[in-house]
């Protein structure tokens, strides 16, 4: 039976976003809508039939050119670019450090506010640049399979320091056109996953204001299609994903019973799969999506039978779909092991056939940690290892 005890309550969970007490000081434009840009320049004084103009100056300067001082902002005045100076910033979250696989992918250690750092990945293909974004420090899902899982909730990441990790891996890719040349449409960065640390529907407000920013035609410009939020199955927001946000959907599924799903992802327990698949019957539907894409980790003994594909194919009946089969990437401590690959195999085969595409993920980054499932901050590991000694 499903729990329905939580669904009257808030989605968004009761954890800090940033500190209670910030520092007096200049605003951070990081993140800022346009309509939070449009009062901010309101509130110092400019006035209203100008508004709009600036808002589009400076949304242009820091998300078209990728611009950071006000006095590199040719177009606006002097005196203007000083007053922006002393009230505002243009502030990205900080890398610590950055890992490059044997593969190419770039694994990135990012500092934010009050010194938690979270991790994002780059993972560049013949066909698009992937980039996988963290919503949360830590999280609360603790997933049994994933390294991630295993890190408390700590806060909430703010839509600056979401749309943050998007901009500075821009500026490791060199990808910003150059000052006088025109853009270059070729784009290295094309595509964003939010299935990096965290549930992104635990953090709905922030990731969605990130993702408006990331689509705005005027600045980063990515379409919407080019955009997927993972979540584990948090059913209340899936519509509102679908009508505020309007980006793919793609769920980790992971299991066809209750009885494994509830330990292998235990969110399960609130809304089960039959809870879950009615309101995934309804999202292509809201947001025009082609094909929901259901995650599997293929978990040796644990989900990967034959019975266990027929079942996926028939739970999923209906549904616009795609099953993407994920081999395990293991880690220390890890309480699974991968399913053998001819398994795997047999496993896409009975899917396939019953009419959906049924891809394997190859393990990209694993070398440095930052496969799907491994991601987990640096301090995070280095204070349990302290605790232990």
């Given at each position: 039976?499903t729990?329905?005890?939580?669904?009257s309550a808030?989605i968004t969970?009761?954890v800090?976003?940033i500190?209670?007490?910030l520092?007096e000081?200049p605003?951070?434009?990081?993140?800022?809508?346009?309509?939070?840009?449009r009062?901010a320049l309101a509130?110092?004084?400019v006035?209203?039939k100008?508004?709009?103009m600036?808002v589009?100056?400076l949304w242009?300067?820091?998300?078209?050119?990728?611009?950071?001082?006000?006095?590199d902002?040719t177009n606006?005045?002097?005196?203007?670019r000083?007053?922006?100076?002393?009230?505002?910033?243009i502030?990205l979250?900080?890398?610590?450090?950055?890992?490059v696989?044997a593969?190419?992918?770039?694994?990135?250690?990012v500092k934010?506010?009050g010194?938690?750092?979270v991790?994002t990945?780059?993972i560049p293909e013949?066909d698009?640049?992937?980039?996988?974004?963290s919503?949360?420090?830590?999280?609360?899902?603790?997933?049994?399979?994933?390294?991630?899982?295993t890190?408390?909730?700590?806060r909430?990441l703010t839509p600056g320091?979401i749309?943050?990790?998007v901009?500075?891996v821009?500026?490791?890719?060199g990808?910003?056109p150059?000052?006088?040349k025109?853009k270059n449409?070729?784009?290295l960065?094309s595509?964003i996953v939010?299935?990096?640390?965290?549930?992104?529907l635990y953090?709905?407000?922030?990731?969605?204001?990130?993702?408006?920013i990331a689509m705005d035609p005027?600045?980063?410009?990515?379409s919407?299609?080019?955009i997927?939020?993972s979540?584990?199955?948090?059913v209340p927001?899936?519509?509102?994903c679908?009508e505020?946000?309007g980006?793919?959907?793609?769920?980790s599924f992971?299991?066809t019973?209750?009885?494994?799903r509830d330990r292998?992802?235990?969110?399960?327990k609130k809304w089960?799969?039959?809870?879950?698949?009615?309101?995934?019957?309804?999202?292509?539907?809201?947001?025009?999506?082609?094909?929901i894409?259901?995650?599997?980790v293929m978990?040796?003994?644990?989900?990967?039978?034959?019975?266990?594909?027929?079942?996926?194919?028939?739970l999923?009946?209906g549904?616009p779909?795609?099953i993407n089969?994920?081999p395990?990437?293991?880690?220390?401590?890890?309480?699974?092991?991968?399913?053998?690959?001819?398994?795997?195999e047999?496993?896409?085969d009975?899917?396939?056939?019953?009419?959906?595409?049924s891809?394997?993920?190859?393990?990209?980054?694993?070398?440095?940690?930052?496969?799907?499932?491994?991601l987990?901050?640096a301090?995070?590991?280095?204070?349990r290892?302290?605790?232990?000694l």
């Amino acid at each position: 039976m499903t729990d329905t005890s939580a669904a009257s309550a808030p989605i968004t969970q009761d954890v800090l976003t940033i500190p209670r007490k910030l520092p007096e000081g200049p605003v951070n434009l990081v993140g800022l809508t346009r309509e939070k840009l449009r009062d901010a320049l309101a509130d110092i004084g400019v006035p209203e039939k100008q508004l709009k103009m600036r808002v589009n100056q400076l949304w242009a300067w820091i998300y078209e050119r990728g611009v950071r001082s006000f006095d590199d902002m040719t177009n606006l005045a002097k005196s203007f670019r000083a007053e922006l100076g002393e009230r505002f910033m243009i502030e990205l979250p900080e890398v610590v450090s950055k890992q490059v696989s044997a593969d190419g992918t770039r694994k990135y250690l990012v500092k934010i506010a009050g010194g938690h750092e979270v991790e994002t990945v780059y993972i560049p293909e013949t066909d698009r640049g992937t980039l996988c974004i963290s919503s949360q420090v830590g999280c609360t899902l603790t997933c049994s399979f994933c390294h991630t899982g295993t890190q408390k909730l700590v806060r909430n990441l703010t839509p600056g320091e979401i749309i943050g990790q998007v901009m500075l891996v821009r500026d490791d890719l060199g990808e910003w056109p150059e000052p006088g040349k025109p853009k270059n449409e070729a784009r290295l960065l094309s595509n964003i996953v939010l299935m990096g640390m965290g549930e992104p529907l635990y953090n709905f407000e922030n990731v969605r204001d990130a993702m408006k920013i990331a689509m705005d035609p005027e600045g980063i410009s990515l379409s919407r299609r080019r955009i997927t939020l993972s979540t584990s199955g948090v059913v209340p927001e899936i519509a509102r994903c679908a009508e505020e946000i309007g980006c793919q959907l793609a769920v980790s599924f992971h299991a066809t019973t209750d009885e494994v799903r509830d330990r292998l992802v235990p969110i399960n327990k609130k809304w089960n799969i039959e809870t879950l698949l009615d309101a995934l019957r309804a999202y292509p539907k809201a947001s025009n999506s082609e094909r929901i894409t259901f995650e599997y980790v293929m978990l040796r003994g644990v989900n990967d039978t034959d019975e266990d594909a027929r079942r996926l194919v028939k739970l999923i009946s209906g549904i616009p779909a795609k099953i993407n089969l994920i081999p395990f990437n293991e880690w220390p401590g890890a309480p699974y092991e991968r399913s053998d690959w001819e398994r795997i195999e047999r496993f896409a085969d009975i899917v396939y056939k019953a009419g959906y595409s049924s891809p394997i993920r190859t393990p990209r980054g694993e070398d440095i940690m930052a496969a799907c499932g491994q991601l987990k901050s640096a301090t995070e590991r280095a204070r349990r290892e302290r605790v232990s000694l």
